[in-house]
């Protein structure tokens, strides 16, 4: 992780638009006893279009798998996929870190279709 009170370089509006951000249903989550750092192993809902990906979020000190099922998230679709141990994660979900450092999801409230493109 990087520093979060650093403020990263300027980009052109072509530079954000190729980080594909969308919003998709997380349908399974599993524990991952595997990774380095707690983790779940999540599958996400994107829609028709990009269909149902995997995902490692670091996200066991806010969240119970029960509570994630079910609820939206955003994540970046348009990364290579990564190798996290025994499993490849397909997507980037992302987050914000409170104080104490864990990771709270970002969501959107209210829900919205699965697949929207973040803007």
Known sequence: MTDSTAVAETIGFDDFLKVDIRVGTVIACDAFPEARKPAYKLKIDFGDAIGIKKSSAQ??????PDDLVGRQAAAVVNFPPRQIGPFMSEVLTLGFANPDGAVSLITVTPPVANGERMF
Do not use: H
């Open 59 to 64: 996200v066991t000190e806010l969240y119970l």
